[in-house]
Structure formats: C-alpha cells, structure tokens
Nanobody, 126 residues
Framework: LRFSCRRGGGVVQPGGSLRLSCAGS????????VGWFRQVQGKERESVAA????????FYVDSVRGRFTISRDNAKNTVFLQMNNLKPEDTAVYFC???????????????????WGKGTLVTVSS
C-alpha cells in the first residue's frame, strides 16, 4: 500500500478552508483504516482524524472536532481531510496514513498505522 498526495496544503488565512487528499494504491486500501496526522517542527506528531474501512465511524482530536471532516472514496482509493475555520495553531505538516482496521480502540488503530504518505505543509496566517 502506498500513498501519494494529490492536492496538498498551502497558505490560508485564519477562518479559511483547505481540502487535503491522498491517493492510495493497492487492494488493501479499501479494507484499511486511514488517518491524518500532523507535526510541528520540534514537537511530537499528533493524531488529527481517522476513519474505519467504510468511513462509517470516525475519530477526531478535540482541537479539530467540528471543524475538520475526514472522508474516503474506496472506489478511488482516496482519503480526504476537509479543514474549515482554520486557525494559526493548525499550522503543521500533515500526513495521511493507513493500517489494519481491527476494530480495536482508536488509540490502537492509530498506533498500528504503518503506511504513510508524504507530508504536506499547511500554513494558517494572515
């Protein structure tokens, strides 16, 4: 399973929106849990959002809940992260990832993600 970022980040003003997407290759994509992570230089990587193989159940970190939406299109092997009402603290390099959808806790599912896309920089600044 491999990922490529189709449409990446960029610079946006506070309150603006961006949509990230990652395309996966391989049949395993449609049966894998997928997620988005972000990292600020000098800080640990943070889980942002994740969804199960069908996209029917999702996880969000508290700081983005209600503003970000993760979705997937298994027919196109693509995962999306719609980011609305962006804040300066959302500035980071964002990564997509995938791993086994074992039905375990979100903590276990996120920690088990072992296929990673290249990061894309999102900058929220006026």
């Amino acid at each position: 399973l491999r990922f490529s970022c189709r449409r990446g980040g960029g610079v946006v003003q506070p309150g603006g929106s961006l949509r990230l997407s990652c395309a996966g290759s391989g049949r395993a994509f449609s049966t894998s849990a997928v997620g988005w992570f972000r990292q600020v230089q000098g800080k640990e990587r943070e889980s942002v959002a994740a969804t199960n193989w069908s996209g029917s159940i999702s996880f969000y970190v508290d700081s983005v809940r209600g503003r970000f939406t993760i979705s997937r299109d298994n027919a196109k092997n693509t995962v999306f992260l719609q980011m609305n009402n962006l804040k300066p603290e959302d500035t980071a390099v964002y990564f997509c990832a995938a791993g086994p959808d074992s039905g375990n806790s979100w903590l276990d599912t996120l920690e088990a993600m072992n296929y990673w896309g290249k990061g894309t920089l999102v900058t929220v600044s006026s």
